[in-house]
């Protein structure tokens, strides 16, 4: 049976760990699936790759290049995560063996999603697929039905933002 991975935390890593799962199953000829939530961003690292990854490892967007307002999301950006939840269980259906939701915590968390309608996705995961959320806020009722969860948190970090191509996107 499938496990529930959950990675959420104010720390640095928290998509970093999916994908490096999601990377494990490639390497082994398994099927990764990945929808990321409240981004839409195509220059990345993790939605570049997906050619070179076929057919193993897919990957949707759902979220404009913006942020998101998270005290007053719009309703482009629910519309939005609505669709990701629907693709999520689309693609359940093919019974991958890994399926990452990318920043569904934070989604729930704000209410662009409702909780309840990712835990009756939660309730319908086929036997053999893993699923890992990530998200850096969660609800309590998420958690609570996580197998495995991991908080990421962050001790050190420099005083101006970090990017570097290949290792912050």
């Not at 990945?34 to 070179?52: A, L, N, T, W």
């Not at 989604?107 to 850096?136: C, H, Q, W, Y």
Request: glycine residues 8%; proline residues 4%; positive net charge.
């Amino acid at each position: 049976m499938g496990k529930i991975f959950l990675y959420y935390g104010t720390g640095a890593g928290k998509t970093t760990n999916a994908l490096g799962l999601a990377l494990r199953c490639v390497g082994h000829g398994l099927r990764a699936i990945v929808i990321q939530f409240m981004k839409g961003r195509k220059d990345i690292g993790e939605y570049k790759v997906m050619e070179r990854l076929k057919p193993y490892y897919e990957i949707y967007q759902f979220g404009r290049i913006d942020w998101v307002d998270l005290r007053n999301p719009s309703e482009e950006d629910k519309i939005l995560a609505r669709r990701g939840l629907e693709k999520a269980e689309e693609v359940l259906k093919r019974k991958p063996h890994l399926l990452v939701l990318d920043e569904i915590c934070l989604a729930a968390f704000i209410g662009l999603i409702d909780t309840e309608s990712v835990l009756k996705l939660l309730n319908n995961i086929p036997d053999e697929t893993d699923i890992v959320l990530t998200g850096r806020y969660c609800p309590p009722e998420l958690i609570n039905r996580a197998d495995i969860v991991n908080m990421v948190v962050e001790v050190k970090a420099p005083r101006e933002i970090y990017t570097r191509i290949g290792i912050t996107h």
